[in-house]
């Protein structure tokens, strides 16, 4: 444990690995931060959604909805366990298995141990606090399964009931920050992993720049001392036109034919040269390709 931890455990004021209510923790606490939680032994980790022992239950577990399969509801939570999440791209990238805390609610369920219970407010539900976190009472899992998630991994659910006698949720006319109701989303299939077939996720095609897409089609050839080129990727031949140089070609006259490329590339325009004549007209810095 670093020395910041080791500070965080010294400030704390209660035993957070306990089952059931928290002596002196009143239902709709609000808290300010994870720190806060744990300090106040709400919920004993200040990293993790599930605190809890696998072979003892889960103590408590903070919704935030971080997970695609997350469905708040209220008085019951559909809640996707902990693993196979990518921290940057917030996918489900790898299957959860039935360790650390999934085995600990599943142990809950198994013992039926009521879970104590805190929103975030990063959760999108309508019973989500404004700011912070509300310690919203206890629950018990009624039904711990693995199924085949929305990201087409399989997942660690757990559905949530609260326990009767502990006061109403804010909701539609309290604490609100999300208007939209969670329960308008369709109920998630309860169908195993085994019974589904597997789907990869499903990825945003990168959006390409509209100014480089008209730049592509505004190059398409250019005419440097009578001489047109054409742009890399076109298909036809360079071709040679009546020049008039400083070297004592004479009006009308015609180079005689350019040798076959001995190599392409992309160059800038400075760079051109054949058969020692090098005083092409140069308008604008492009990048063609040519022999050199």
Known sequence: MGFLKRSIKNLQKREPAKFGAIHGVEVFSKYESREELFIEGVHGITEGGIHGRANEGAFSIVVAGRYDDDDDRGEIIYYTGEGGHSRTSELQIKDQEWVRGNAALRTSKQRNLPVRVIRSHVLRSRYAPASGYRYDGLYKVIKAEQIVGNSGHAVCRFILERLPGQGSLPGDDGDVKHPVASSSRPPVSS??????????????????????????????????????????????????????????????????????????????????????????????????????
């Open 191 to 292: 169908s195993s992993s085994s019974s589904l077939p597997r789907r990869d996720p499903v990825l945003a095609a990168p959006k390409r720049s509209i100014a480089k897409m008209r730049k592509g089609k505004a190059r398409e050839s250019a005419e440097i001392g009578g001489i047109q080129f054409k742009y890399e990727g076109g298909t036809s031949p360079v071709k040679t036109e009546p020049v008039a140089s400083s070297f004592g070609l004479g009006i009308g006259q015609r180079l005689p034919p350019a040798p076959a490329p001995v190599r392409e590339e992309a160059i800038s325009i400075r760079r051109i040269r054949f058969l020692g004549f090098d005083e092409c007209a140069v308008t604008k810095k492009r990048t063609f390709s040519v022999f050199s």
